[in-house]
């Protein structure tokens, strides 16, 4: 078996345990204080609004973005660029405004993103739109089949309405698969099922407008409270699952108890990095608090279980000489176990663009601290347990 440390001695557990508890401390204070004052940057499935997804033929400005949609009165709005560079996808969220929510919050969603659209249509295209002229690239197949059928000849050679759901699915084919736009009139002529009739038709009287659609999420204000408040049912029913579970296996509540305060540790530091970063609050996130308990734990029954072992087989040894033998021999494990996992969330992190960023950075802190913890919070609080309550605490 591979071993980081062979006949590892460290003498975690001495006086050296202090400086572990006094920077768990301290990093506790540090996570707590961030979240009081700056508050988490909640993603629309909490704090309830409109995110409006767009692609850009060219490379967006932001700048300008934002200057016209404060020009349309929209309120909080917030822009993040999605993806690559070369991807030109922006993220346009609006939150809720005071007062909004009840049954006609229902509907805010797509009023919402139609504003958003005409305040970033530019003159030219809102010259030709009054011009009865179509976006191909905002249109969608069900409208295009119907635009198509009303203006293609009913009757005679060549092109027909009857033609019109396979022209319009084409179209819409190979947009898709051509990043979601057209580039230029020109394509039409080449796309495969557009007859030259068609795509003569569709030159004259169609535009392409600078960006698509990609997507418009809405959540309401009742949603979101009630994700938030099952959130907080799901982050504390799990810690309490996990204390029953460790005291029933230990024997001990004090050993449950230890193991939920390096939890706890693990989840608000992670929680403070996220908050100290503004990094987006949304359902992945939680996700990955919700990993970050089951990880730490897994590691953590992983020290008990040979501290356990330990007391069952040198039952006259002093409990800190124990406690330290135990966190060396089971140090090459935890060390290897976590840096694996590190290295998959690293890529993650990397190579998953920012959709997924906040959810791997999470995720990272959350595995560096829930190894530490393990071994500096949940194991020292067992001995200074035992050194200032007395044995009956903790030995089984």
């Known amino acids: 078996m591979l071993q980081v440390f062979t006949h590892a001695n460290f003498p975690l557990m001495g006086r050296v345990k202090w400086f572990f508890i006094a920077f768990s401390t301290f990093a506790l204070v540090i996570s707590v204080g961030t979240i009081l004052t700056h508050g988490f940057n909640y993603g629309i499935d909490f704090a309830g609004g409109t995110a409006v997804r767009l692609k850009f033929r060219e ?15 929209l309120g909080d709005v917030s822009l993040q660029s999605i ?3 070369a991807d030109n ?7 809720l405004g005071q007062g909004q929510g009840g049954p006609a919050a229902v509907s805010e969603g797509g009023e919402i993103s139609r504003r958003v659209l005409e305040a970033l249509q530019s003159p030219e295209d809102f010259k030709e739109k009054q011009a009865g002229k179509i976006d191909l690239n905002m249109i969608t197949e069900a409208d295009l089949r119907e635009w198509l059928g009303a203006h293609l000849p009913s009757g005679g050679g060549g092109v027909t309405t009857q033609d019109a759901p396979a022209i319009a699915a084409a179209l819409v084919k190979y947009r898709t698969d051509h990043a979601g736009l057209f580039a230029s009139p020109s394509e039409l002529a080449s796309i495969p099922g557009v007859t030259p009739e068609a795509a003569r038709l569709l030159q004259q009287q169609t535009f392409l407008g600078p960006f698509t659609l990609r997507s418009v999420d809405f959540i309401g204000p009742t ?36 193991s939920i305060i390096a939890l706890v540790h693990d989840v608000v530091i992670a929680a403070g990095a996220v908050s100290l970063t503004h990094k987006e609050f949304s359902v992945d ?96 609080l067992l001995v200074i347990v035992y050194r200032y309550l007395g044995a009956r605490y903790v030995k089984v």
């Open 83 to 85: 993806g690559g560079a």
């Open 285 to 380: 996130i939680v996700a990955a608090l919700l990993t970050i308990l089951g990880y730490s734990i897994n590691d953590t029954i992983v020290v008990f279980d040979r501290i356990r072992e330990n007391l069952r087989l040198y039952r006259e040894v002093d409990f800190e000489t124990l406690v330290n033998a135990s966190i060396n021999q089971t140090l090459s494990r935890t060390i290897l176990t976590s840096f694996t996992v590190f290295i998959a969330i690293t890529a993650l992190f990397i190579y998953g663009g920012d959709k997924l960023n906040p959810l791997s950075f999470c995720l990272m802190v959350g595995v560096v601290f829930g190894t530490y913890s393990s071994v500096f919070v949940a194991a020292a």
């Open 59 to 73: 490379q967006p400005h932001i700048e300008q973005i934002r200057a016209a949609l404060e020009g349309a009165g």
């Open 89 to 95: 996808e922006v993220l346009v969220r609006v939150e």
């Open 223 to 258: 949603a979101g409270k009630e994700l938030l408040r099952n959130t907080l049912y799901a982050v504390f029913g799990s810690a309490a699952g996990i204390l029953i579970y460790v005291w029933f296996r230990f024997k001990r509540w004090m050993w449950g108890l230890t």
